[in-house]
């Protein structure tokens, strides 16, 4: 499982003109899955997300997480992030998961985020969406399972 983690102000994903999912200050996150990943990679990687300290605490410190923060998580699933672009010009996505493996995964890892008392917003699985960020920092981390 791979995760762009980047902490915004706000967030929001559109498909055919229509806003499916939107956030303010929080988390965007773009979810990659693959052949590998299972139940245990999912649980571990929301409670990761959840947990990581990338906002800013009274003394200007990154030190609180965005639990602690009242935020929100916007996540988008992102098969692309299972490209493999070290030969030729034309990414080879064999790395990523199928969706009918994907779906239910990704699905478990936003249950997961919930179940910790996240507000999680998502786009449409499989959708072409329109993603727009204005990041925080810019504060992007990448989290791999």
């Not at 800013?56 to 672009?85: H, P």
Request: proline share 3%.
């Amino acid at each position: 499982m791979r995760i762009v983690v980047q902490r915004c102000k706000e967030a929001s994903v559109t498909v055919d003109g229509q806003v499916v999912g939107a956030i303010g200050p929080g988390l965007m996150l773009l979810v990659g899955l693959t052949h590998e990943d299972t139940e245990q990679d999912v649980k571990f990687a929301a409670e990761k997300v959840a947990g990581l300290r990338i906002f800013e605490d009274g003394q200007g410190k990154m030190n609180l997480s965005v639990l602690e923060t009242g935020g929100a998580v916007l996540s988008v699933s992102q098969f692309t992030l299972y490209g493999d672009c070290r030969k030729g010009r034309r990414p080879n996505f064999m790395a990523a998961a199928r969706p009918e493996q994907a779906e239910p995964l990704y699905d478990r890892f936003n249950d997961h985020l919930r179940e910790q008392g996240l507000r999680v917003e998502t786009g449409v699985f499989g959708a072409m969406m329109d993603v727009a960020l204005v990041n925080d920092g810019p504060v992007t981390l990448i989290v791999e399972t």
